[in-house]
């Protein structure tokens, strides 16, 4: 069964404190890997999706990197307006619309 | 300005009512999605479409039915039978490209209350 899990659960960091969140994944077959924003009461905010190992993406302070069992987003500086909830999502299988979401990381910045 | 739009944003249903939640996209996408979203869960996908009058059904499909006439609108009724409706619903659609990796899009949700 395809799974993704997500770690920590919630994260706390003071303005500029940089950390990693992670993304654990077991599916058969990947084809892609996303990574979204959500905050409260809001839909996700898509933010990246990689493709393969060894691939990296950045946008702004926030950089996301694959490997074959997992995903980490990488967030240097941080600023209270990052503080969210971070959901993480795979697409798997040679067909059909696969995909599976991880129960996110709620982080909070602290100025 | 393209993209998606749920309506309503707050929705409230009594024992036994069916209610329907819109959901309307103008990104010119094929496939389109109804996720349901509850406290310290992922998101769980109830209904999908890749294609005008083509639907099929997600993890979670009991209680709940689409329709897909139009391109654009993907309606989801929460009927009677759905046991728990409570929770944050969430509309996407993505491209559809068969085989290859296809980013969903979100809209801004309805979150539903049984009273």
């Known amino acids: 069964e395809d799974q993704v899990t997500q770690s920590p659960e919630a994260l706390r960091l003071q303005e500029g404190e940089s950390s990693s969140l992670n993304c654990s994944y077991t599916?058969?077959?990947?084809?892609?890997l996303f990574w979204y924003r959500q905050d409260p009461g809001k839909g996700p905010e898509f933010l990246f999706t990689?493709?393969?190992a060894g691939e990296e993406k950045e946008k702004e302070r926030l950089k996301a990197t694959l490997t074959k069992k997992e995903s980490f987003l990488h967030i240097t500086a941080p600023k209270p307006e990052d503080s969210a909830t971070y959901l993480c999502?795979?697409?798997?299988?040679?067909?059909?619309?696969?995909?599976?979401f991880g129960p996110g990381t709620r982080l909070s910045v602290l100025p | 300005d393209g993209g998606i739009t749920q309506s309503p944003k707050y929705l409230f249903r009594k024992e036994g009512q069916n209610v329907t939640l819109s959901c309307e996209q103008n990104?010119?996408?094929?496939?389109m999605y109804w996720y349901r979203q509850d406290p310290g869960q992922g998101l769980r996908l109830i209904y999908y479409?890749?294609?005008?009058?083509?639907?099929q059904k997600g993890d979670i499909a009991e209680g709940y039915s689409v329709s897909r006439e139009k391109k654009e609108s993907f309606p989801l009724t929460v009927t009677s039978a759905q046991k728990n409706p409570t929770a944050f619903y969430l509309c996407?659609?993505?491209?559809?490209?068969?085989?290859?990796?296809?980013?969903?899009?979100f809209g801004p949700g309805t979150r539903l209350t049984v009273l």
């Open positions: 599916v058969s077959g990947l084809r892609g």
């Open positions: 996407a659609s993505s491209i559809a490209s068969r085989g290859r990796t296809d980013t969903q899009y």
């Open positions: 479409s890749q294609i005008v009058n083509d639907f």
């Open positions: 990104l010119n996408h094929d496939a």
């Open positions: 999502a795979v697409q798997a299988g040679n067909y059909g619309q696969n995909f599976v």
């Open positions: 990689l493709y393969s």
